[in-house]
């Protein structure tokens, strides 16, 4: 990699995914329409090029390419649950500015593509934990999407155009996360509201089991990726294998913040997945992957960053697609 887009670059993963690239003394630009807002680009050095644009623009894409090798693909509106009731959103962000992003790679002639895809693809297994082969029954929009671009990527890989290289992610947390974004993130979520003095909410009895991933943990693999030809067209997993319930990490938080918070339990979620963490063996096997930080670890980090930064407003969709599917919390403004 001489020179690398990452779209998505001002977000919480992408930011990270850029620091790692320059750590690399690769030369990076971003492309990013900073509706999660920009205060991420405070992280940058000098030598990293921003743009302002939208995947879902050719004109945008094009511009953002010109003289780039490797692209890294992070745009997307990450909220399942949302992604319930706002699919007509759902699907033109994470689906068609993607495919948009790929048809203009391709023309610029770069073939290396690096795309953030999801634990969510796999949706609900019978057996844990996931692995890359298990097949992909996905449960909401969001899950659609990403499963829908990794399709897009094989036949283009199969039509001799790209090299492909697709990490699914689960549950990744850390410092940059957005603290107001009521729809995603359970763990910035937990955190804003006890920096609130409000008791943490939990979709349903809080026995959802899942591997949180601190952002150091996934960050280095995929930046490390391109060029290993055994995971062209190869999805792979990326993160811990250390499970917890929702309901144990709420504990822990209010453990490390508030002791005198109590955790507040409301109706599940219909979309939501019971319990989803994944085999990381094939990541083990071919980038010598180890997940090093700790849940207790990564949660000081992030709790530490969190209080610098303070509490913050949740910030609500005015609008929704489908209202009918709107969990009352959202409606209520419960979280």
Known sequence: MKKVLV????GFIGSHVVNELRKRKIEVRVLDNFVGGNQNLGYFDDGVEVIEGDTCRKEDCKKALEGCDTV????AHAAEG??????????QTNLIGSVTLLAETINAGIRDVVFTSSIATYGKQKKMPIKETAPLNVEDPYAITKKAFEDYLRVYH???????YIVRFFNVYGPR???????RGVVPIFINKCLKKENPVIFGDGLQKRAFTYISDVVEPICGIVGNKKLVNNPINIGTEKVYTVKKLAEEIIKKMDPEMKIEFIPKRTSDVKIAYCDTGKAKKLLKYRAKVSLSD???????WAKGLGAQEFRYFDY????KLTHGAYTSKKI
Not at 72 to 75: E, K, R, V
Not at 177 to 183: E, K, L, S, T
């Open 72 to 75: 890294f693909n992070l745009a």
């Open 82 to 91: 949302q992604s319930v009731f706002i699919p007509v959103f759902n699907a």
């Open 177 to 183: 996360q957005r603290m107001d974004d009521p729809y």
């Open 7 to 10: 779209a998505g670059g001002a």
């Open 298 to 304: 990564g949660l000081d980090k992030t709790i530490e």
């Open 158 to 164: 199969e039509l001799g155009q790209i090299d492909p």
């Open 320 to 323: 929704t697609e489908i209202p």
